[in-house]
């Protein structure tokens, strides 16, 4: 792969829901019918960081506290050009989803169901890292 054309950011959101519970914050985009971490573009000048703190708060309404960066995902996206997104870990400081023209739906979902619903498999690949940044290594995904 190239340098990219795309250069997005984006978060892995979580908040807990009980001592021991966490949840997974998965977006549903119908322009491309699928289920994703909520991510979007870098805007001109933009940083990585505000870019994924800006599309947390776009397109599902929440604040976050961004905690470690996950793997990048580098992939070829619909358009077929070279995209590379990065990530953080995000904790959800609250908030309340509204639909929007990007995003129809926010489901809040315990890791093995978030994984099961996701359509892609490199959003499937950050779980994983995402639950050690949150501190439930130890916990099943």
Do not use: Q
């Amino acid at each position: 792969m190239n340098d990219p054309e795309v250069r997005a950011a984006g978060c892995v959101l979580w908040r807990r829901t009980d001592p021991d519970g966490i949840e997974l914050a998965l977006v549903f985009r119908p322009r491309w019918s699928d289920w994703s971490w909520p991510k979007g573009k870098l805007e001109e000048g933009e940083t990585a960081r505000a870019a994924a703190l800006r599309e947390v708060r776009e397109e599902t309404g929440h604040g976050c506290r961004l905690g470690p960066e996950l793997p990048v995902s580098r992939y070829v996206d619909h358009e077929g050009r070279d995209k590379e997104v990065r990530y953080w870990a995000a904790e959800s400081t609250g908030g309340a989803f509204r639909p929007n023209a990007e995003v129809s739906e926010l489901l809040w979902l315990p890791p093995d169901a978030a994984r099961a619903r996701l359509t892609y498999a490199v959003d499937r690949a950050l779980i994983p890292p995402a639950l050690a940044a949150a501190g439930t290594a130890s916990r099943p995904a």
